[in-house]
């Protein structure tokens, strides 16, 4: 028997839409608003989705606590309350939440074992939500 389990986390950060290869109207006419040079920020909301037989000891998929421990330490505590244009994982990528989802999910991918990664699902604002579940190579 496969289930799902799905788990919200909060965190808050700051990031400005700009490429660095390109010329600056297109960085404007491209993200608009979002490139303002000082930034702007996010309060995120972001929902892990993992999946897993369930143990018929403990009647879970996996132990919240594992994954709270995880997701806090890797994920909240390194990207809440940053810049997220001056982390590694954006040195050469554009801090979207798109990217950001992908870089949420290859973490989780790598370090969580505990049950399957399905998904993860970032809401930005009330109007824009993005969702990443894997389909490519993990990034380096």
């Given at each position: ?10 965190f ?10 390109m ?20 309060n ?10 369930v ?42 939440t ?8 290859d ?20 109007m824009?939500?993005f ?10």
């Open positions: 028997m496969k289930a799902y389990l799905t788990r919200r986390y909060l808050s950060a700051s990031h400005r839409l700009h490429s660095n290869d010329p600056a109207d297109w960085n404007r006419e491209t993200y608009g608003k979002c490139n303002n040079p000082y930034g702007h920020g996010h995120y909301q972001l929902e892990v989705t993992v999946s897993g037989p143990d018929p000891k403990t009647g879970m998929v996996c132990n919240l606590i594992e994954l709270d421990g995880f997701v806090h330490k890797e994920i909240v505590e390194r990207f809440g309350h940053q810049n997220l244009n001056t982390l590694p994982e954006f040195a050469t990528e554009v801090p979207t798109e990217n950001l989802c992908v870089a949420i999910y973490i989780l991918r790598r370090g969580f074992r505990h049950a399957h990664l399905e998904k993860v699902r970032m809401e930005e604002t009330m824009n939500s969702a990443y579940a894997g389909g490519g190579e993990l990034r380096d």
